[in-house]
């Protein structure tokens, strides 16, 4: 794992104190990351993230969580704020590991590996932080399917996200810093820079094919995007002792425990019939009021999956576990 220092720690603001509200004045086609709650499901847009990586929150029920993202690595995973019986708070180190995010913990300095949710380094190296159910959807997905839901409101400042430099600028959410790395050619820092990016192996895959993981006892599956559409947007899939099935839908890949039903697509919509009901992919609501349970998973790009995990993707093809 290459571990480089690129930016001032905390160049990039966590969000530490979120607030909430009924109103984005972002795009419906904008993401966001979609997380349950006993108050109702909170939404955070990546728009905002993109400026901030981390939002340390702290959900009805008591539950630590940070809710982090990596521009680079395409990578959404929502954690449990919690290792070896210590709550902890994330800021954003500046680091980056194999082009993935490293947070740091405030309350032992330990650094943490985003995409995984493995410390590294620190008193605390070895501990993982165990992945929450959550879905990357778009905003009107969203507002439409969770009319009680809230979202996390603007939290400003400054961020070198929004600089040309490594000193920090103050932000303007309505530009996308982003935007040029994801739609061009190359990935990670070096083609963000506009320079050489790594190597990549795989003729079948795009480096920023988004990819669905899936881990469970020891074992670990990525589902790309491409392959689950082509399968007409439904794959039932096995990592480790666990079945699931996974559903593209409402700009995002979903997972839910696999019920032992015969999914198929419903025709127009985004829909998929099974049992004698029509099921939501994006939710896992039936039209007759049941309800898949949501699998913990990582939403990220190709390469960084393969990282972290090798050739471990559900293709069909040679390296994968299709």
């Keep these: 794992m290459d571990v480089r220092q690129v930016i001032p720690r905390d160049a990039i603001p966590s969000v530490d104190d979120p607030t909430f509200g009924g109103a984005y004045p ?10 349950g709650s006993g108050a109702g499901p909170r939404a955070y847009p990546i728009r905002y993230l993109n400026y901030h990586e981390i939002v340390n929150d702290r959900l009805p029920s008591g539950t630590p969580v940070a809710v982090t993202w990596c521009p680079l690595c395409g990578s959404a995973v929502v954690y449990e704020a919690r290792a070896r019986g210590r709550e902890l708070t994330f800021g954003v180190s500046g680091k980056l590991a194999d082009d993935d995010l490293v947070m740091y913990d405030r309350e032992t300095g330990s650094e943490w590996k985003q995409s995984r949710g493995d410390a590294f380094a620190g008193e605390l190296a070895g501990a993982s932080l165990a992945v929450r159910p959550a879905a990357t959807l778009t905003w ?14 603007p939290p400003g400042g400054e961020s070198e996200a929004g ?3 490594a000193e920090p600028a103050p932000i303007e959410y309505a530009e996308d810093p982003y935007g040029e790395y994801v739609r061009g050619d190359g990935f990670g820092l070096a083609a963000h820079r506009g320079e050489d990016s790594r190597d990549w ?5 795009d480096p920023k094919t988004v990819v669905l993981g899936l881990e469970a006892d020891g074992a670990a599956l990525g589902v790309p995007l ?4 082509a399968a007409g947007g439904v794959l039932q899939v096995s990592v480790g002792g666990t079945d699931a099935v996974v559903f593209a839908g409402a700009g995002g ?3 839910f425990r696999d019920p032992g039903l015969d999914f198929a697509p419903a025709g127009e919509g985004e829909g998929f019939v099974a049992d004698g009901t029509t099921w939501d992919g994006a939710t896992g609501a039936a039209e007759d009021g049941r309800h898949l349970e949501r699998l913990p998973a990582r939403r990220l790009f190709a390469f960084a999956w393969r990282d972290d995990h090798g050739d471990a993707f559900f293709t069909g093809t040679d390296g994968g576990d299709g």
């Design 201 to 205: 192996p795989r003729a079948d895959l």
């Design 253 to 255: 890949v979903h997972a």
């Design 226 to 229: 491409p392959v689950l559409e």
């Design 26 to 35: 972002g795009s419906d086609d904008d993401l966001v990351i979609a997380l």
């Design 163 to 165: 600089s040309a430099d």
């Design 140 to 153: 009107a997905a969203f507002r439409d399917r969770y009319p009680d839901g809230v979202v996390l409101q």
